[in-house]
């Protein structure tokens, strides 16, 4: 078998997500065997590193020795089970385990099978709060501009990718968008927690107006991944969390991406201090093994639905692979990871070391910004640097970037303009380095007309 053989056959029979089709008529897609570490391996024998944590879920490689121990082991054990009317050790020892890890107030754990799924049953369930306190004229959200939140119909909704999102407008429910405090948007001599300041009292205005009508507010912590790694300061979200609390409405962190130590932290909402009402986990949860994800919540919001059957106040959502025994060993064994072994300080001298081997991209003519917050970084490629007017998306500049490190051994997959790192924590130092090249020299034949 060999990579040519392998690409006709998938090309005849699959759909792949996120994929003009037709562009394979001339970008090759590629069939990997085996993965190792931060290596994948293609059936013609190419390896390519995996810069992008295979779509930011891996966290220890792949292949991890001891994850793939604990699936096997589970698996010898029970592959699955009905998670309504019965229950298992796993899904008990990982509730158990993220109520410890997680901010106080929150102490019950929902399952579900994926992030866009998780981030519905925030909306519902805080939806469902208010209904069961006898406020159901609130049916809102407010989100911010260039976030995002998944692709089934209501996180879609709630998110502001238009490339995702325009198309399906008509279908949506409509939040309120107020404006993101990106620091990308900063004035001249402004930092990134005075737009995180400037950029919240339009939240502010939106609560006040809103007021009534909100049932929660939906926030990526720290940095929106999708809409471009565009990151801002943490202040923004302890003035959220004190907010929301005047204004009476749910605080909802979209964790997904972000959690599991990505931004130097555990969970993102630590460095401000604050505890959402519903935080939202998947990707890196099972550590990019197997397709599962958490809404944790409070004590609070679990009473408003606890009452006699015949009342209807119940949450009667379900997917068939709730809780599933596989995923949620995954989990447990990826914490123990966490336990074992000093991950967050190594990954400040990995982040460290990324943020060196990247500096220099900073000056380079068509690079608007290098950012970085913890083990993510970002380079912004653009037109004209002193205006930071983007290239039209039409052209495909990342696009180069992403073929050019193929040709090198090297997964980068820009999101439109902007390059990015988001590795897997097993990442040496050399291998960033090696990274940094090739991200610097596909830039620079993007950039060059
Ligand atoms: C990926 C992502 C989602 C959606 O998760 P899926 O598992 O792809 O459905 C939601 N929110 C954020 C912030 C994400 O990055």
Known sequence: ?????????????????????????????????????????????????????????????????????????????????????????????????????????????????????????????????????????????????????????????????????????????????????????????????????????????????HSGEVCAVIVEPLVQCAGGMRMYDPVYLTRLREACDRHNVHLIADEIAVGFGRTGTLFACEQAGISPDFLCLSKGLTGGYLPLAAVLTSDDVYRAFYDDYTTLRAFLHSHSYTGNPLGCAAALATLDLFEQQPVLERNRQLAAHMGRAFAHLADHPHVGEVRQTGMILAAEMVRDKASREPYPWQERRGLTVYRHALERGALLRPLGNVVYLMPPYVITEAQIDRLAEVASAGITRATTD
């Open 1 to 209: 078998m060999n990579n040519d053989e392998l690409l006709r056959r998938d090309l005849a029979v699959l759909w792949h997500p996120c994929t003009q089709m037709k562009d394979h008529e001339s970008l090759p897609l590629i069939p990997i065997r085996r993965g190792e570490g931060v290596w994948l391996e293609d059936f013609d024998g190419n390896r390519y590193l995996d810069a992008i944590s295979s779509w930011w879920v891996n966290l220890f490689g792949h292949a991890n020795p001891s994850i793939n121990q604990a699936i096997r082991d589970q698996l010898e054990r029970l592959e699955h089970v009905i998670l309504a009317g019965f229950g298992h050790q796993p899904a008990i020892e990982l509730a158990e385990r993220l109520v410890a890890l997680t901010p106080q107030p929150l102490t019950r754990c929902f399952y579900t099978d994926n992030g866009s799924s998780a981030v519905e049953v925030a909306l519902k369930m805080s939806f469902h709060y208010w209904r069961n306190h006898g406020q159901p004229r609130r049916t809102r959200f407010i989100s911010l501009s260039g976030s995002y939140h998944g692709e089934t119909l209501g996180a879609l909704a709630v998110g502001d990718v238009a490339l995702y999102k325009e198309t399906y407008g008509p279908l949506l429910l409509e939040p309120i968008i107020v404006p993101s405090p990106d620091a990308w948007n900063r004035e001249p001599g402004e930092r990134a927690a005075d737009v995180a300041e400037r950029r919240f009292a339009a939240m502010e205005a939106a609560l006040e107006q």
